[in-house]
């Protein structure tokens, strides 16, 4: 939007805050292998909607407090995020034109490269191998696409973020 005024910033910054808060929620050790990536679905959404606003820097950073948030080594999320968001931001015309259920699979792809970024990194400080259960946030993620995209369709609405 050149030269008008923008609105909403607060609703962004409170989404990714919520987003962190649903991300350390304890759960039941049964369910938090199913846990998906609030953060990465919040970011994939608002780089899709709003690429001048949400882009590389702002996954980098939100990454970076994500790795304090969890405890994991500093700059594996940021990494993971910012490479997410860029390729967000440089396929959004793209992707925001495709079915709910092409963009569940765009999602999955995206989140699965999150992991995939962050494992590497886990590897290369020699961590162990996951077993396949790693995995399963990318596919939970992409499942509640089509909800997590409605809800943040309303939120934008509603707050007028723009």
């Given at each position: 939007?050149?030269?008008?005024?923008?609105?909403?910033?607060?609703?962004?910054?409170?989404?990714?805050?919520?987003?962190?808060?649903?991300?350390?929620?304890?759960?039941?050790?049964?369910?938090?292998?199913?846990?998906?990536?609030?953060?990465?679905?919040?970011?994939?959404?608002?780089?899709?909607?709003?690429?001048?606003?949400?882009?590389?820097?702002?996954?980098?950073?939100?990454?970076?407090?994500?790795?304090?948030?969890?405890?994991?080594?500093?700059?594996?999320?940021?990494?993971?995020?910012?490479?997410?968001?860029?390729?967000?931001?440089?396929?959004?015309?793209?992707?925001?034109?495709y079915p709910l259920w092409q963009q569940a699979l765009t999602v999955l792809m995206l989140l699965a490269l999150h992991q995939?970024?962050?494992?590497?990194?886990?590897?290369?400080?020699?961590?162990?191998?996951?077993?396949?259960?790693?995995?399963?946030?990318?596919?939970?993620?992409?499942?509640?696409?089509?909800?997590?995209?409605?809800?943040?369709?309303?939120?934008?609405?509603?707050?007028?973020?723009?």
């Open positions: 939007m050149i030269g008008g005024r923008r609105h909403g910033g607060l609703a962004i910054v409170l989404s990714f805050a919520a987003a962190g808060l649903l991300t350390i929620v304890p759960l039941a050790d049964a369910l938090r292998p199913l846990r998906p990536d609030w953060v990465g679905l919040t970011l994939i959404y608002w780089a899709l909607m709003l690429p001048d606003r949400v882009s590389v820097g702002t996954g980098w950073l939100v990454g970076l407090l994500l790795d304090v948030l969890t405890g994991s080594l500093l700059g594996e999320h940021a990494f993971g995020l910012a490479v997410v968001a860029f390729l967000c931001v440089r396929l959004h015309q793209r992707i925001r034109v995939l970024l962050s494992l590497w990194i886990e590897r290369t400080v020699g961590r162990p191998a996951p077993g396949w259960i790693y995995w399963l946030p990318s596919f939970t993620g992409a499942l509640l696409w089509p909800f997590a995209q409605r809800f943040m369709r309303g939120v934008q609405r509603t707050f007028s973020v723009n």
